[in-house]
């Protein structure tokens, strides 16, 4: 049997902690495999390689995401950082797609 996996104001020693992060880590990357299969259906759509770069949509799409760190009482800040990075690999992703078609 394993041990649960706890909510963060319930965990008492840093096995809970781990355990949780470590579970949560793989809901993260199974869900960026989703993200990422958007991005092949979107090179696989768009007709034009310069449509891949949309820096109003990428303003949008981080946007989005600091207003929700904010709701939620996350770092706004970090979650800016993080949305910045994953939607530049997002854009080299989608162009290294569109290019192999």
């Known amino acids: 049997m394993t041990d649960p996996i706890l909510p963060p ?4 020693t840093m096995a809970e902690v781990r355990r949780g992060v470590d579970a949560l880590d793989l809901v993260l990357v199974e869900m960026l495999s989703v993200r990422f299969g958007y991005m092949r259906a979107a090179a696989r759509i768009k007709p034009e390689r310069g449509q891949v770069r949309d820096e ?3 303003a949008a799409v981080i946007g989005q995401a600091v207003a929700h760190a904010e709701a939620v009482g996350a770092p706004a800040d970090v979650v800016g950082a993080l949305w910045e990075q994953l939607v530049e690999a997002s854009i080299g992703y989608e162009l290294a797609r569109f290019d192999a078609r």
Not at 9 to 12: A, F, G, L, N, W
């Open 9 to 12: 104001d319930e965990c008492t």
């Open 56 to 58: 109003a949509r990428k």
